[in-house]
């Protein structure tokens, strides 16, 4: 049995991946420094429905939470109950104020897929 060489294929010209964070953007907050529960909040059933114009968009969805990894099937379980299908998770993102970056989206655009879109009300 031979073994084909591997031929790599040319870089895509975009990227596919979506990260998304969970607590506040996919489902409501009910974490705080007085309340530090791993309790995963209900939907935020316009922004699910944002990634999941994502996804069918031809995006991969990954959740990046600032969540410990303890929290990863429970994160899993929150994603299988609602449908939201996620490719991967990736807990333990550094923990800022903010975040300064050149590809950000504001959770308010009525399209994740369009920076430039109109705000939601």
Not at 22 to 34: I, K, M, N, Q, Y
Not at 51 to 72: C, E, N
């Amino acid at each position: 049995m031979t073994i084909p060489e591997f031929v790599q294929p040319a870089p895509r010209s975009e990227l596919k991946w979506a990260l998304v964070d969970l607590d506040g953007t996919l489902a409501e907050p009910t974490w705080s420094p007085d309340n530090p529960t791993s309790q995963i909040g209900a939907p935020i059933l316009k922004n699910v429905d944002k990634a999941l114009r994502l996804h069918f968009q031809g995006m991969k969805l990954v959740i990046h939470t600032a969540r410990p990894w303890s929290d990863y099937e429970a994160i899993e379980a929150w994603c299988w109950n609602y449908a939201i299908p996620v490719k991967a998770i990736i807990c333990g993102k550094l923990l800022g104020a903010f975040y300064i970056d050149d590809r950000n989206v504001d959770i308010r655009c009525s399209d994740w897929s369009d920076p430039n879109s109109e705000r939601d009300e």
